[in-house]
């Protein structure tokens, strides 16, 4: 038998060792994605590796999506939510990588505000996200809404609100400018709409206004900064919110003014009856004598009566009032004298209106200018007013007389000829007066053309002072009137039968020129 060695039997051993020992454990690793990428490390599929191994991930998105995470047997994946990342093979895992689409959220903003939350620009979003939305207005502005892509937009008036992303959106903050208004009123009233106190308002807001008045109260106007309201005299109405505003109603205290008249005439301006006016008003008084009667006086609540012996004067309304015109009729063998002003004063010794005296009765007559608007002189019956001219004076009765004082409005421009010549000493001026005394205050005619003279002039005059270039063209136009008035005035009897023999010439001679160049024409 052959002899084994001892190394022999060493290797021997060895060999039996190395050729009974196991195998390595594997485990299969199942790869798979959702639509929107790809997972390209190892790749997808299922692969096999040895326990214990740590296999590297690495999941890639499509153009318009984006990784979310790692789900299935994900236990011993190091992140979950990394493209990039490592599994640990400890057993049979399936694994799959999921991909979300991403949307695009462009968010801007108007003047005078900004989006802080989560900012303006643009940002992404995977599909169904709900983003916060806050928009924050600067100082003296107000937000509005929100514009553009806001179908998902849990609010679009709320300035924090939410959006949903369900598609590549863009919207826009607005703001716009808000300014305050602040309201109120003088005593004896309020305001209702839209209340007192301080109110904001978008630019451009039109506001309504409403003011009621107390009880014997009245409504009289807006005022403050009432440039944009419609129509600061009435109680109802509107205002443009264009920057901020303070306003006031203003409230005035009422009155009533109840007049009458006993037999023999009647109050003609305002009327009889009862009036409401506002504390402060000046009202006219006219009192009007029936044929055969005089005013005598005013009696009842006079204490304010400018005068109550004149049959024209004024009350001023501070009060409640009652005042009655008492008239009288004129005793046989008295004369009447009918007293009247032209305008810019007033006659107040004896008054205005028509008296009656005894024949031969001496009257004191005092004319009173209102501001600086001066007397000018007497006219109408004027042959027995010691002088015409003078503010203070005597008129003789020896008849029936109607008398006028006349003054001039506005510094002298109460009359056309006065308010072109621009004083009442011109000589045209001159010429015009003794014209009026001589010729037209002597006929009834006359008389009434002086009378409407002195009372459509005075609006007329007014406009000519304001417009200076009308006065040569005015001065033009009584050219006429003036030379006619001077030839009437300035020349005797002889003289003015001569001229007037001239005129007659002249238009003979005209009358037969055109009649025979009419007869050549036809030849």
Known sequence: MKRISTFEITIALIVGLVGCAPAPVQYDLTISTSEGGEVTTPGEGTFSYDEGIAVTLLAEAEEGYRFVNWTGDVDTIADVDNAETAITMNGDHSITANFVVVYYLTISSTASGSVTTPGEGTFAYYEGTVVDLVAEAKEG????????????IANGNAASTTI???????????????????????????????GEGTFIYDTGTVVSLVANPLSGYYFVNWTGDVSTVANVNTASTT?????????MATFVVVYDLTISSTAGGSVTLPGEGAFTYDTGTVVSLTATPASGYQFVNWTGDVGIVANINAASTIITMNGYYSITANFEAIPAGQYSLAISSSGCGYVNTPGE???AYDEGTVIELVANAVGDNPFVEWIGDVSTIADVEDAITTITMHGDYAITATFLCGYGMCFIATAAYGTPMAEEIQI?????????LTNPLGQALVDFYYKV?????????????????????????????????????????????????ISVGAAWATKRRGQRSTV
């Open 353 to 355: 209106g028509i008296f």
């Open 457 to 505: 002039s005075p609006p007329i005059a007014e406009f000519i002072t304001e417009h200076p270039s009308l006065k040569p063209i005015v001065r033009a136009g009584l050219m006429p009137a003036v030379a006619m008035s001077a030839v009437a005035v300035n020349t005797t009897p002889t003289e003015k039968m001569a001229i007037a023999s001239l005129l007659v010439l």
């Open 239 to 247: 205002i443009t919110m264009n920057r901020d505003y303070s306003i």
């Open 432 to 440: 015009l007066r003794e014209f009026r005394d001589e010729y037209l």
């Open 141 to 152: 502005y107000r937000f509005v809404n929100w514009t553009g892509d806001v179908d998902t």
């Open 164 to 194: 949903t992303m369900n598609g590549d959106y863009s919207i826009a903050a607005n703001f716009v400018a808000v300014y305050d208004l602040t309201i109120s009123s003088t005593a004896g009233g309020s305001v209702t709409t839209p």
